[in-house]
């Protein structure tokens, strides 16, 4: 996935909650047994620092991360940016943490190590995706944790009134068509993305707007005909409302994106708790609540942070 908004965004760095210890307590109490990696109650686990890409359902999630880890004794640090580029960067060397989409960190370190052109990984299935990929991981000192049963691709919209007026229901319905794409910056020459509507679908997309991943500039473009298609999420709320509609990938060109924690293998080695408290969000996690809370956000204008502390109250995840 990639970056809705032009300016980085960054999450509150969440409050550290230290546990008083109980009057009377014996020492035995207060000493993990031996081989116990599982941190005491509120015990200070250190710094932990989160990046990510700053559209809606990243801040999201990566609001969800900020507070279980504050929660289970991380001071943290979070700082979102535009695209996965930005903060790859740097990760692992100088992050530990990030919301990812098992798909897009794969294909990512494939085109890294070998090349725009080369063959991408296509598994409709993330855990055998992330198995396919688990060597390039390893090279990048990246872990991934357990993948979410919630997934989220890429998907390319029109308005309601173009898909009645051209009968265009499906990419390929596009074949042959001259369009304006508006989408994500890195969208040009990604075979998820521009690449693949020209290579595989045979659209000639005859320019493309870096208007971002299903931001507000992107719907109006389309809204307003400067373009006819758009890039946005399988999870978008937003569409119906806008008469918009998103068009069926009939070729199934995107990979499985189901959502994941990367980690730095350095950061996980030294704190393995960390699974814990993120596979368990993983595992709460749906496409269908997903969605709902993408239009909680998007539609309903409230802050990730708020949808975020909300749900993983519900889950009884905090």
């Not at 109980?22 to 047994?33: I, K, P, R, V």
């Not at 109650?41 to 359902?57: H, T, Y």
């Not at 978008?236 to 189901?258: C, F, M, R, Y």
């Amino acid at each position: 996935m990639h970056a809705r908004r032009s300016l980085a965004a960054v999450l509150a760095v969440g409050s550290l909650l230290l546990a008083t210890a109980c009057a009377g307590s014996d020492l035995s109490d207060d000493t993990a047994s031996e081989g116990d990696t599982t941190p005491a109650a509120g015990a200070d686990q250190g710094p932990v620092r989160i990046s990510g890409q700053s559209f809606p359902e990243a801040a999201l999630v990566a609001a969800m991360y900020d507070e279980l880890l504050t929660d289970a004794g991380y001071q943290t640090d979070v700082k979102l940016v535009d695209t996965r580029d930005a903060y790859m960067a740097t990760f692992p060397q100088s992050i530990d943490v990030v919301p990812e989409y098992v798909g897009g960190i794969v294909n990512f370190l494939n085109a890294k190590k070998n090349g725009a052109d080369a063959e991408p990984f296509t598994a409709g299935d993330g855990a055998e995706l992330a198995d396919q990929g688990k060597s390039l991981l390893d090279e990048a000192g990246i872990s991934l944790l357990d993948t979410s049963p919630a997934t989220d691709t890429n998907a390319f919209f029109v308005t309601q009134e173009y898909s009645d007026s051209e009968g265009v229901t499906t990419l390929s319905d596009l074949a042959g068509k001259s369009v304006t794409l508006a989408a994500a910056p890195d969208c040009e020459g990604r075979l998820d993305c521009e690449g693949g509507l020209t290579d595989e679908y045979g659209i000639d997309v005859t320019k493309v707007l870096p208007l971002g991943y299903a931001s507000d500039q992107t719907y109006q473009s389309v809204i307003d005909g400067e373009s006819e298609l758009g890039e946005t999420s399988t999870t978008d709320g937003t569409l119906a409302s806008q008469g918009l509609v998103v068009l069926e990938d009939d070729k199934q060109i995107q990979p499985a994106q189901n959502l994941v924690p990367a980690v730095s293998t350095a950061f996980l080695d030294a704190h393995p708790d960390v699974a814990d408290v993120l596979n368990s969000l993983m595992a709460a996690l749906t496409t269908e609540k997903l969605t709902e809370l993408n239009a909680s956000v998007s539609v309903d204008r409230e802050k990730p942070e708020d949808v975020a502390h909300q749900f993983l109250v519900d889950a009884g995840l905090l």
